[in-house]
């Protein structure tokens, strides 16, 4: 994991504190996801609706959905009662982009009430390109695309379908408009000097091996940080692929391919695959102690 001595300063600026980006602050540094964004604008197969974005949570519960001016309150409520949280995430439970009034609403009211907490969105990438200048006026410094492939083929066994300029593609043709806008939007990212952290889920047969061809292409476009992660298996969510008999790699799996990875570039492993509703250290959660009647019982 990256620490002060191999980083240029403005980058730790960035990292030291918040806990998804640095390994070291994942033990000191909370961060809390506020559920704001209940639309999504592709399909994928690992994703069952009635659960969270796979983006960056846990599938299995079903987040409690917010309005922006909830979310803010909840954000001050945590951030008086939990002192290390240091970042506010929205992660979905659709797609942050998917919604972007709501998205952009929430971190206007957080940045008015709570300036110090530090911006963070992730998102399938497929509208990335055309709110790269919001997320940097917003001074949002860290974007997580989920990248699970580079190429359109294998894209086609991942996404059923997109939804894009008014209309829905299929097979290739939608692969190929994602990979497309996710690569552009990572790389307008970086050259706005904002951190982005790349998702990948890794599904045993499907993308296992071409994720070592996503890591290139990734690491190339200037993204900091690659976290591979685990498709959770029909027995925790009954995902599409769950049902159609797809498992999850097993954790030797897993750790070969990243240490595949290593050496391109960092490589998270200390992901907890948090809910989009996600409260506290990375692997702890107190979402419980935040619902929305709590939070507006307090003053
Ligand atoms: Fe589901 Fe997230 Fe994929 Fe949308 S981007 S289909 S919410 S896993
Ligand atoms: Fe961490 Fe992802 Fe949440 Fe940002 S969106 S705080 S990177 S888990």
Redesign the pocket.
């Known amino acids: 994991a990256a620490g002060p001595s191999d980083l240029p300063p403005e980058v730790w600026e960035k990292v030291k504190n918040?806990?998804?980006?640095s390994e070291q602050a994942h033990h000191h540094f909370a961060?809390?996801?506020v559920a704001v964004a209940p639309a999504c604008n592709i399909q994928c197969n690992y994703c069952n609706r009635k659960y969270d974005c796979a983006?960056?949570?846990r599938p299995g519960v079903v987040s409690e959905k917010l309005t922006p001016e909830q979310a803010a309150r909840k954000v001050v409520a945590v951030a008086s009662t939990i002192p290390q949280m240091t970042?506010?995430?929205?992660?979905g439970p659709g797609d942050?982009l998917a919604n972007p009034a709501k998205t952009f609403k929430t971190f206007e009211l957080v940045t008015e009430t709570a300036p110090d907490i530090k911006l963070?969105?992730?998102t399938n990438g497929l509208m990335l390109p055309d709110y790269v200048e919001q997320i940097a006026a917003m001074k949002v410094d860290?974007?997580?695309i989920t990248i699970n492939m580079v190429d359109p083929e294998v894209g086609a066994k991942i996404y059923p379908w997109i939804f894009y300029n008014h209309r829905r593609y299929t097979g290739v043709e939608a692969s190929k408009i994602l990979s497309e806008r996710q690569l552009l939007g990572l790389e307008m990212l970086v050259a706005r000097g904002i951190l982005v952290?790349v998702?990948s889920v890794m599904i045993p047969g499907i993308n296992d091996e071409h994720l070592i061809e996503v890591n290139k292409a990734v690491k190339s476009r200037g993204a900091f940080l690659h976290?591979i992660m685990p498709l959770i298996s029909e027995a925790e969510h009954g995902t599409a692929f769950g049902l159609s008999g797809q498992r999850g790699p097993t954790a030797q799996e897993l750790k070969a391919l990243q240490d595949a990875c290593e050496g391109e570039m960092n490589m998270m492993r200390h992901?907890r695959q948090?809910r989009a509703d996600?409260v506290g250290l990375?692997g702890e959660d107190r979402s419980a102690e935040f619902t929305t009647e709590k939070v507006m019982a307090m003053d």
């Open positions: 918040h806990p998804c980006y961060r809390m996801h983006n960056e949570s970042v506010l995430g929205i992660a942050a963070c969105l992730s860290h974007v997580t952290k998702n976290n992901c948090c996600a990375l």
